[in-house]
């Protein structure tokens, strides 16, 4: 190969990796919501190919497809939040209603604590505490914080309205030309049809099972709260319910996005035993659910260790935020996959198999 041979394909090279590292830089906001849009794509996988037998026009399917995935998430969201809704009006009205009567939040938290106060001061000094003046300072506290997020709030919307948009959008032409981007990918990879189709099901199954999975986990969430809340005797435990089953599908918050509330409205109260039983129950059973229920699921779907799994989702969780515990079965389906293809492939060529 001649020097100016070679000075052409090393500055095809330098080129291409810039091009990929620009791409890259491109594509990086939407990343994830690509990756949620293969998902879904995988999960209803089966409600597109049923559409498309009756309704032959790719275009036509793949909308209608992704219409029915659209409703289907965001029918049950819009119900619950209209009921949820109310339930908080009913909730701010009587709290609004109990601040006038008792003189304000302050001093109905102030005498919801006083008897732990004077049980806590029979066995310590608290004489130089200002239990009154902290609690004020607290909430000040609070208030500057919740004030300061709102501003972001706006924003917060706006970037998940764009994300939302580029998952249909994504949604509809993995629908409609899915096969076509696929066939244009497998010949780009080295391995036999045979090797490509168990590869491909590892991942399709794995992505499947941590749906399942997720959706196990918000059915025993959900379930594990209306117990709570009708044991406790609170309002709408079947609502409450089936509000904490939607909010575990939402990272960082899950379903503490309605028993803790809840604890805090009978602290307010003075209900001091069941915020205290709804504080335990929450944080001890129905936040530890998602620990235990989900490896279960994904184990029995994916056919390896809970612990394999567990570890799965908390390496993901930790490497990639919500996105891992997707990505965390799927690269532990790839590897036993990619492991059991080169231990073929080895055997295949090993000195034994020739003879």
């Given amino acids: ?10 500055f095809l090279i330098a080129l291409s990796a810039l091009t990929i590292w620009l791409s890259y830089l491109i594509a990086r906001p939407f990343l994830q919501p690509v990756f949620y849009a293969l998902i879904l794509a995988i999960v209803f996988h089966p409600l597109h190919a049923w559409i498309h037998r009756w309704i032959r026009n790719a275009s036509l399917a793949a909308f209608l497809a992704t219409l029915g995935v659209l409703l289907l998430i965001a029918v049950p969201a819009t119900l619950l939040g209209a009921a949820l809704k109310n ?9 609004r209603e109990k601040n006038a009567v008792d003189g304000g939040i302050v001093s109905q938290l102030a005498r919801s604590v006083d008897g732990v106060w004077q049980w806590i001061g029979r066995y310590a000094d608290l004489s130089q505490i200002d239990l009154r003046e902290q609690m004020i300072d607290k909430l000040q506290q609070i208030s500057s914080f919740l004030l300061s997020r709102l501003a ?12 939302a948009i580029v998952v249909l959008f994504t949604l509809f032409y993995l629908f409609r030309d899915g096969r076509a981007l696929w066939r244009w990918s497998a010949a780009l990879i080295p391995l036999a049809p045979a090797e490509l189709a168990q590869l491909t099901e590892g ?7 941590s749906m399942y999975g997720g959706v196990a986990v918000a059915l025993a969430q959900g379930l594990l709260t209306a117990l709570a809340f009708w044991f406790l005797k609170l309002p709408s435990p079947i609502l409450w319910g089936l509000i904490a089953a939607m909010f575990s599908f939402v ?20 209900h001091w035993g069941k915020a205290l ?6 944080a001890g059973v ?17 056919h390896f260790h809970p612990l394999h799994v567990f570890f799965a989702l908390l390496g993901g969780m930790q490497a990639f935020g919500f996105i891992g515990l997707f990505v965390g079965p799927v690269v532990l389906a790839m590897a036993q996959a990619l492991f059991r293809l080169l231990r073929e492939e080895t055997a295949a060529h090993s000195p034994d198999a020739s003879n």
């Avoid at 339930?87 to 709290?95: A, D, G, K």
């Avoid at 039983?277 to 929450?282: D, E, N, T």
């Avoid at 129905?286 to 994916?302: F, H, K, M, T």
């Fill in 1 to 10: 190969m001649d020097s100016k041979r070679r000075a052409k394909i090393v």
């Fill in 87 to 95: 339930e908080l009006t009913v909730v701010y009205q009587s709290l």
């Fill in 152 to 163: 972001g709030a706006a924003g917060g919307v706006t970037s998940f309205l764009v994300a």
């Fill in 203 to 209: 991942i399709h199954r794995a992505v499947r099972a």
């Fill in 251 to 270: 990272p960082l918050v899950g379903s503490a996005a309605v028993w803790l509330p809840a604890s805090i409205v009978l602290l307010v109260g003075g």
């Fill in 277 to 282: 039983i709804l504080i335990g129950w929450g």
């Fill in 286 to 302: 129905v936040g530890l659910a998602d620990n235990v229920v989900r490896p279960y699921v994904i184990s029995e779907q994916v």
